[in-house]
């Protein structure tokens, strides 16, 4: 090092934050704290447990068909069906009871979470991943990019998506991938919408100015400077992306445009149950409840993510836009 | 460096797809100015008098609606984003605001190596090596190179910010008052700093403020703003000694006195009213509904600031009828309206 330091200047000051002897030297980025707060909090505690066990019980629905014998699409004639040809009740064999065909509720909930985890993931990670883009592109570059994309944003929006994906189907024929398209081209424009949002006013903080004036090309202000301090409120939106996507997926499926039998998923069971729910009550309610617990669960852990990421929520808020 | 009729006009009521602006708003309107290799200039001028918008202009952060911005004899006030990046790393700008002017999301090693970064220069174990020397030299400990802006204080902050500005190794670094919003005891420290670092590193500065007395600490020249224009440019000690623009008078009258008896009373100038708006500037000399000293002429004609007079120490004003020496300015019609 050639330059004589200057640190005689100030030297009282530099220990301000006065470092226990020991303690390494190293900040606590606003993640990190965002992840105590989050550890401390029940409720995100107890709806990532419920989150957990559903994505456990979904990785390993054919272990659990294997233990109980049963197939997610086998049928039972004998014993899963009464003399009548009524579903059978919850019992030994069949935990949760079995549908109009004879097969098991649990098995087939379980590969129905499958679907349902899948669709959700993929189609919000989608709708994340084009919105963040869309919006980010919008808000940085503002005039006439943010005109143009701003106004397709609101195409998308104003859509009727009921309309839209039962003529797509009647066209390109029911699929899982069908409906992941359907669902994350009616979810990215209200991500593309915040995150716009929160770029115009980011964009006018003075450290974007500061890196322009080192030279940063617009891509590395876009994404190194500007994406981190739009991400908190982005993963908020998106754990609630999850579960509409969910029930969105279950819509389609229930209507008979989403995945098609005999492929279990919550929405084709409960359209299928509708017909029985007089005379077989857990043919309806499992997989009503399945999908009123996930839903519920992504939904209460996105309310936590907010409170956790969330500078303005302030709760023992120790971060960075705080001025002291 | 020099300034020529550098003149930026924000549009107003703008952005829409379809929609013009009809109206502008005059941020800086015509400003010359030659910075000479070593010195330090002073701009200073009252809040909205479009300082900071000539940084700004001067740093090529906003285009100019005319005018020409040269650097070390090449016009770059037309040059594209490409083409001004060698001359980025040349001049570099110290921000007002130590808390907005840092990533809260991103470490402060990686905040101070960002001009390597983003312009792909040294390699990962060398940036750092930069980047530690470089907190060092203005007075920060480098153990802390893994923390968030978050943990340090305003001055230390902007000391942050100064690293990140000398990265590069600038001949020119711009100063948007790098210390008003800073306490008085930690102004100090900056501004010896920043002293410090001129002679070290041989840094031309472009300080921007409004607090009079630490520009008269630390400039060798002091550019007067009003409305977008410079009104007056003179060497600081000529300057203070002998202002000749009714308004430097009048800003120079309002530097407070540390002694409340000594309160200057007498020679203080209040001047009436508002600064008019930017968006339409008073007809002739701008100045002229807030001057003590205004008469006909000063409505209709537009006073030009002369050439800086090398042998009356580089004095150069912008009025038709110029402060003469000794001259009082008649403050106490002033104060009663």
Known sequence: ?324 | MQLTDVVKHFPIGSGGLMRRAREHLRAVDGVSLEIRRGETIGLVGETGCGKSTLARCITRLYDLTSGTVSFAGQDISRLSARELRPYRQRMQMVFQDPYGSLNPRRRVGSIIADPFAANGLAKAAERKSKVLELMQLVGLNPEHYNRFPADFSGGQRQRIGLARALALRPELVVCDEPVSALDVSIQAQIINLLADLQVKLGLTYIFIAHDLSVVRHVCDRIAVMYLGRIVEVAETEELFRRPRHPYTQALLSAIPTPDPDLVNGADRVVLRGDPPSPINPPSGCRFHPRCPRAQGRCELEDPALGQPDPDDHNHAVACHFPVEDGEALAPGRQEQQ
């Open chain 1, 1 to 324: 090092m050639t330059l004589t330091p200057a640190a005689a200047l100030e030297p009282a000051a530099l220990g301000s934050s006065a470092p226990a002897a020991g303690e390494a030297i190293e900040g606590r980025s606003p993640w990190q704290l965002a992840w105590v707060r989050l550890r401390h909090d029940k409720v995100a505690v107890g709806s990532s447990i419920v989150i957990g066990a559903i994505v456990l019980l979904a990785l390993f629905a054919p272990l659990i068909a294997h233990l109980v014998g049963h197939g997610p699409n086998e049928q039972f004639r004998t014993t899963g069906l009464s003399p009548q040809g009524i579903p059978v009740g919850p019992g030994s064999t069949f935990l949760f009871g079995t549908d109009d065909l004879g097969r098991d509720v649990l098995v087939r909930v379980i590969y129905g979470a499958r679907i349902s985890l899948l669709v959700g993931v993929v189609a919000s990670g989608l709708a994340v991943v084009v919105g963040v883009i869309v919006g980010l592109t919008a808000g940085y570059f503002g005039g006439p990019v943010d005109s143009v994309l701003s106004r397709f944003m609101d195409v998308v929006l104003s859509l009727p998506y009921l309309v839209f994906a039962i003529a797509l189907v009647s066209l390109l024929g029911p699929s899982l991938t069908i409906s992941v398209a359907v669902i994350a081209f009616f979810s990215w424009a209200s991500v593309g919408r915040i995150v716009r949002g929160q770029v115009l006013s980011i964009k006018e903080r003075e450290f974007v100015e500061a890196a322009r004036s080192v030279g940063a090309s617009h891509l590395r202000i876009m994404f190194v400077d500007i994406l981190p301090n739009v991400l908190a409120p982005t993963i908020v939106y998106a754990t609630m992306l999850i579960p509409l996507s969910i029930v969105f997926e279950s819509t389609l499926s229930f209507l008979g445009i989403g995945v098609l039998p005999p492929t279990a998923t919550w929405g084709n069971m409960l359209s299928e149950s509708i017909a029985y729910y007089r005379v077989a009550w857990w043919f309806v309610a499992f997989p009503g409840l399945a999908l009123l617990i996930t839903t519920m669960a992504f939904n209460l852990l996105g309310d936590s993510l907010r409170d956790a990421l969330d500078p303005g929520g302030n709760r023992r808020f120790i971060g960075s836009e705080v001025k002291p």
